[in-house]
């Protein structure tokens, strides 16, 4: 894995990212080991211009759904999410993964 990504397992760690989102912009992408749609966008998501939290879906399906819960996004894998001030402000799923529209969405919201 690459340093790039912050793994996220457990709730403690994402309720921490969505206070941090009050400071900057928190990328959150949750990712499926087994899909080669969310192989490629995990090709894209290391090379935004900043860290990534990573979401492992086969290893923490609870966080992966409370992620669901927090932010009234429906769950897709793979899933890019940027958060701010403690809320969704952007989402993309699927192939829509793309370094320049998540960095463009990072700018927007910084």
Not at 25 to 30: A, E, H, I, N, Q
Not at 52 to 80: D, W, Y
């Amino acid at each position: 894995m690459s340093e790039h990504f912050t793994p996220v397992s457990d709730n403690n760690e994402l309720e921490t990212l969505f206070k941090l989102s009050h400071e900057r912009p928190v990328v959150l992408f949750k990712h499926s080991l087994t899909c080669p749609i969310s192989s490629a966008a995990y090709q894209e998501m290391s090379s935004v211009e900043t860290d990534v939290s990573l979401i492992i879906v086969q290893r923490a399906r609870e966080v992966s759904n409370e992620v669901e819960t927090l932010t009234g996004i429906r769950h897709e894998s793979p899933q890019a999410i940027i958060l701010r001030n403690g809320r969704a402000v952007w989402n993309v799923s699927h192939w829509n993964i793309k370094r320049s529209t998540v960095d463009e969405a990072l700018r927007a919201n910084a």
